[in-house]
């Protein structure tokens, strides 16, 4: 009844879990002993990762041993200040100015080199270590907000919660005291949660994102319309800004489909009062389609790859908008607007 769940023991949340290994027939063995080796291998792995549940894959053997010395280099990697923070810009699409940035977490290992998010986010997210990682990246947000505020730049910070974080009852404080600590009022920061991560416990997620709300915090939902939250849900939620998932943007050129999903997903969000931003912004002609559709900010490689902390207060004050008037538009995409 505990288990998979955020418990309190002297004052400190606790997690607890069990570790699950599986494996099929036949996909992954033909036999009974075979299959039961197998699924065993699975349970050793999910148990030394406190990864919940992992299912047996040919790598495992191979791949087990990296994972978990990977693992355990994360937990030394704030100690030995190997994170490090950089922003992606954001702009506004009407009138081209710099609003704000997303923040983003990176590992730079001393002989791994960068360790791509994709390699280390996942582990941190299975064994709690997530909240380690959040802590740091919220200090780093706030002390990156305070210093574009010194150097005159009033502009939205975003950083992304995970599910653990969402489930996290201490997290409402941590950054309440974070924030006051640098004197920045709440508003400055964006928090992005995924469809997924609410849906994995819609209530707890909803009581949560109530308190942050509360506290002036904007919030936003991430890589929409990859997910399964429901339009009637998503009127419940005390959202601020809806982010329109980078697959959707990237192929509109290409695909019409794909520019109605954008531009019904537009005309949702602003009939519910959200400001929408669009990823994947890669090309000066699709800044000027996302304009007309209504967009109202969007960011990408078009506008700046994400870069150091340090070098962003630099770039954002040489920021130029780019001439996009002369950009045509297709015929067929004009007949959808």
Known sequence: SVSGRSNTLDDNTVDLGAGIGVAGCPEHATNADQLLARA?????????????????HPELDSTSQESLSLLGELRRA???DELRLVLQPK????????VGAE?????????????????????????GFIRLLT???????CREQQTLRARGLNLKLSLNLSTRDLMDPDLPGKLQKQIAHYGIEAGAFVLEITESAIMDDPQRALQTLMKLHEMGLKLSIDDFGVGYSSLAYL???????????????MNMAADLDDAKIVRSTIDLAHNLGLTVVAEGLESAHSWKMLAVLGCDQAQGYFVARPMPADQFADWAQRWVAPDTAGERLATDFVAII
């Open 40 to 56: 065993e291998i699975a349970m050793y792995v999910a148990k030394r990762e406190h990864a919940g549940t992992v299912i047996f």
């Open 78 to 80: 704030i100690d030995r």
């Open 91 to 98: 702009v506004d699409l009407r009138t081209g100015q710099l």
């Open 103 to 127: 923040a983003l977490l990176r590992w730079q290992h001393p002989t791994r080199g960068l360790v791509p998010p994709m390699r280390f986010v996942p582990f941190a997210e299975q064994t």
């Open 135 to 141: 802590n740091w990246l919220v200090e780093r947000v």
């Open 235 to 249: 009127k419940r939620l005390p959202v601020d800004e809806l982010k329109i998932d980078k697959s959707f943007v």
